[in-house]
């Protein structure tokens, strides 16, 4: 008899271990999509490029397009693991051909991006940090760069060498925009 009992409680915790698998990021992240669009009609996603342990252990960026009513969109999130469960924290969009350059989250880390259809472009510094640069299909591609630090220079390097520093928002595309 105690025999009987000492295996049903072994497999109780083989059992209860199995269960308790943890989320993984890339679980959460769908999972919370899925959840913010529910129901939502015309609408795609898909997961670009995601990068883990970015600021400090137990964090992630997610970068992700998404098709809905207002069209293409990429975003830039940020997401903290505490008490073993994934949180987002903060999201930023972007459009391609806007004159909206690049932007930045407003609290700690400061995550500077923005999309980019310019190929002559081939470095983005936002301060002293190099932003990664990901190539998201076609001529498309999308950049960010992380720091402590808010309100600082975006500068992009041409192929040539030429260094421009960039304007959040491009006032003479925002004039042609407005027309």
């Not at 600021?55 to 992630?60: I, P, R």
């Not at 310019?118 to 940090?129: F, K, L, Q, R």
């Not at 808010?150 to 260094?163: L, Q, R, S, T």
Request: proline content about 2%.
């Amino acid at each position: 008899m105690k025999i009987k009992i000492f295996f049903s409680f072994l497999i109780c915790i083989a059992f209860l271990i199995g269960c308790s698998k943890e989320q993984t990021f890339e679980d959460f992240f769908h999972k919370s999509i899925d959840e913010m669009h529910l129901g939502e009609k015309d609408y795609s996603y898909s997961l670009v490029h995601k990068q883990m342990n970015v600021m400090h252990e137990h964090d992630a960026i997610a970068v992700f397009k998404e098709n809905n009513a207002q069209g293409e969109q990429i975003f830039i999130a940020y997401f903290e693991k505490e008490n073993d469960k994934w949180e987002w924290k903060q999201t930023r969009g972007a459009e391609w051909n806007t004159p909206v350059k690049w932007s930045s989250m407003n609290q700690v880390p400061y995550i500077y991006s923005g999309a980019i259809s310019d190929n002559s472009i081939s470095e983005i510094y936002a301060g002293d940090e190099p932003a990664k640069i990901i190539k998201v299909e076609g001529d498309k591609r999308f950049w960010y760069a992380t720091s402590d630090v808010k309100d600082i220079e975006v500068k992009v390097v041409k192929k040539d060498g030429a260094e421009e520093i960039i304007e959040e928002i491009d006032q003479e595309l925002l004039k042609e925009w407005d027309k």
